[in-house]
């Protein structure tokens, strides 16, 4: 019985741990879509030719692939997470390892989940404001304006 409450004071502590791990991807995935909108506006407010537009692309191609990547790991971990909820308490078997790479196989691929509804809907229309900029400035430019 004491096994038990030993790994029962363990479950908690490690669930803590994965929990705060969980909160830290969701804080990075938050400040990355601010730094994403941030750095594609600067570039676009870089005065040059109409195709200096193009190079707005770069952050935001940079950014989402990073967002999907803190994604793909917050999914691991409350992989790792339902994993100790539903086993700690009949095993001893990888206490307090936070390798939640074990997982990998069960989760979406980074790139489904950069096209998923959340990050292709939030990324795309970012993308989709940046082609009509440029088309806009382009038409500008011929029309001589």
Known sequence: ????????????????II???????????????????????????????????WIAFIPLLVF???DAYFLWQERMYRKLYDWVINNRLETEE???DMNAY????????????MFSITLGWFYGSIAVLIVI???????VQKGGC
Request: charged share 20%.
């Open 102 to 113: 074990r997982f990998k196989n069960t989760v979406q691929s980074r790139i489904r989940i």
């Open 1 to 16: 019985m004491e096994n038990k409450e030993t790994l029962k004071e363990y479950m908690l502590k490690e669930i803590e």
């Open 133 to 139: 900029y440029s088309v806009f400035l382009f038409l």
């Open 19 to 53: 929990q705060d791990v969980i909160k830290r991807m969701a804080f990075n995935s938050f400040l990355i879509k601010g730094w994403a909108i941030t750095l594609v506006v600067v570039t676009l407010l870089l005065k040059g030719t109409g195709h200096q537009v």
């Open 94 to 96: 990888c206490l307090f």
């Open 64 to 66: 989402w692939f990073l």
